[in-house]
């Protein structure tokens, strides 16, 4: 059985950076691309950042290019989001998502989630 | 790319259909040849779950009572006889360029 435990949620200040980490478990980790999507509160689903199987391709959305990294352990079967210079509208639900395929395709197994909360 | 979905919200009496509708601002048609339209459902207390992938293929363990058809901008995902465990947010998501959501439509049950 495929299993996604994000951690790493908190408050946190504007300006202030946090890491998401991601355990996978119950699949053959480095032959799926990751993704991290996000939801805020009683909004819509946004796609934050995804990462291929041997961490060549990475994309991210317009909204956090530049802020947010994505990286991958593959030893570890680890997924990571590091969050720099955070900003109120980047409170919001982060999930994990394995794809369904090695490419960067799209999410097909989503773990819970861990929130993320940017406020003075 | 946007990502528009009607209508954002159905309330539907168990064992009829419903259908959603999406429309991308272009076409999803990469240049491998392939679309890369997705459907998911987000039901209350639970995670997102793929229904739908490339448009028209049903995910692992996705009953047949679900479909997607369309190509090119124009996309509909069917749900040819609606359950209860059916309610839920439903959104399309467009993977042909830089990820994006629908709206998200809502389904009840009468």
């Known amino acids: 059985e495929v299993q996604l435990v994000e951690s790493g949620g908190r408050l946190v200040q504007p300006g202030g950076s946090l890491r998401l980490s991601c355990a996978a478990s119950?699949?053959?980790?480095?032959?799926?691309?990751l993704h991290w999507v996000r939801q805020v509160p009683g909004k819509g689903l946004e796609w934050v950042s995804g990462i291929s199987w041997n961490s060549v391709d990475i994309g991210y959305a317009d909204s956090v290019k530049g802020r947010f990294t994505i990286s991958r352990d593959n030893a570890r079967r680890s997924l990571f989001l590091q969050m720099n210079s955070l900003r109120p509208e980047d409170t919001a639900l982060y999930y994990c998502a394995k794809d369904y395929s090695l490419l960067l395709t799209a999410p097909a197994y989503w773990g819970q989630g861990t929130l993320v909360t940017v406020s003075s | 790319i946007v990502m528009t979905q009607t209508p954002l919200s159905l309330s539907i009496t168990p064992g009829q259909p419903a259908s959603i509708s999406c429309k991308s601002s272009?076409?999803?048609?990469?240049?491998?040849?392939?679309?890369?339209l997705y459907w998911y459902v987000h039901k209350p207390g639970r995670s997102p779950q793929l229904l739908i992938y490339e448009v028209s293929r049903r995910f692992s363990g996705v009953p047949d009572r679900f479909s997607g058809s369309g190509s090119g901008t124009d996309f509909t995902l069917e749900i040819s006889r609606v359950e209860a465990e059916d309610v839920g947010l439903y959104y399309c998501?467009?993977?042909?360029?830089?990820?994006?959501f629908g709206q998200g439509t809502r389904l009840e049950i009468k």
């Open positions: 998501m467009q993977a042909v360029s830089v990820k994006t």
């Open positions: 272009q076409s999803l048609l990469h240049g491998d040849g392939n679309t890369y």
């Open positions: 119950g699949f053959t980790f480095d032959d799926y691309a």
